[in-house]
């Protein structure tokens, strides 16, 4: 009999929810969800009742850390960063979702998990692209270009929004909330350019990768279109998400892409860059 991978989830929301549900219902064979951990622990409770399954309510981060090899951040950019480093610590193994919260830090914690013999995960998240950027990142990029529209809706509660002064029920045409780069673009929408951070890290980095984000009141979903140009040719990529139902910030792809991290873990067969 194979050994399970012991599975904990950091965070119960509607990533969380989804990753749960999927381990219990896909990969039973391979991997066991042991643990979950939200800072509302009332959220991390709901769901093990209805998993229906042998998982432990964890009550910090540590506790969930013992009981698992793997971890699955799915919580906040803000705490992303010490949850990372601690899982890491442990030698243990961990997918981020927050990304935007440890873009400044890569560095550091890929060196951590190098001392501890630990793998950090990034599913490609929202976007399409990111297979083959990795493979033309072997040679030289040129350029990228991230192109993100979003309903107007999705930007509320966002700082830069709040400090600019800018009425979100207001925007009646496409409006061009920010053009820069990345290192930019993620400090000030820490929530909604997780797929900034990722090209990022896959590509040439923060301050070469070009973002543009959109307030588009016609959309209904979130939008991400990638243009790359490389030593191997020009990618264009486009993905009208569509939106997960428990929470409209977040992009129903980035769960499924999460699912296929954990099945490229998982069974033997990988495929893709
Ligand atoms: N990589 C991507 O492409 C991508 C796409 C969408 C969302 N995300 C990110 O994934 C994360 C989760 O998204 P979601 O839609 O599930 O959000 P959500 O708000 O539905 O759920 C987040 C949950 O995490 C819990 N939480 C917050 N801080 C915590 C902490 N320090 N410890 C434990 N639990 C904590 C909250 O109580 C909540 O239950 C967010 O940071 C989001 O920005 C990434």
Not at 14 to 19: D, E, P, R, W
Not at 78 to 94: M, Q
Not at 109 to 133: F, M, Q, W
Not at 218 to 231: A, F, G, L, Q, T
């Amino acid at each position: 009999m194979i050994n399970k991978l012991k599975i904990g989830i950091v965070g119960c929301g509607a990533i969380g929810t989804s990753l749960a549900k999927a381990i219990v219902s896909n990969f039973a064979n391979q991997a066991e969800l042991t643990a979950l951990y939200d800072i509302k622990e009332n959220r991390a409770s709901y769901l093990a009742k209805k998993l229906k399954a042998r998982t432990v309510v964890c009550c910090s981060l540590e506790h969930l850390i013992e009981k698992t090899n793997l971890v699955i951040e799915a919580a906040d950019a803000g705490s992303c960063l010490s949850i990372a480093k601690r899982v890491l610590r442990k030698g243990r193994d961990i997918i981020i979702m927050s990304v935007g919260g440890i873009i400044d830090h890569v560095k550091q914690l890929e060196t951590l998990a190098e001392r501890k013999n630990a793998h950090i995960y990034i599913p490609s998240g929202a976007i399409c692209g990111v297979d083959s950027l990795k493979a033309v990142s072997h040679n030289k990029v040129k350029k990228i270009i991230l192109t993100t529209r979003k309903n107007p809706r999705s930007f509320k509660d966002t700082e830069y929004i709040r400090k600019r002064g800018i009425r979100l029920d207001k925007i009646k045409r496409d409006t061009v909330l920010f053009s820069g780069n990345a290192r930019q673009a993620i400090r000030l929408f820490p929530q909604n350019i997780n797929v900034a951070a990722t090209l990022s890290i896959a590509g040439i980095g923060r301050s070469k990768t070009r973002v543009k984000i959109v307030a588009s009141p016609m959309v209904k979903r979130n939008i991400h279109e990638v243009y790359i140009e490389s030593d191997a040719g020009k990618i264009s990529s486009r993905v009208e998400n569509l939106l997960h139902p428990h929470n409209p910030r977040t992009s129903f792809l980035a769960v499924l892409s999460a699912i296929a991290v954990l099945r490229q873990i998982l069974r033997p067969l990988k495929v893709g860059t």
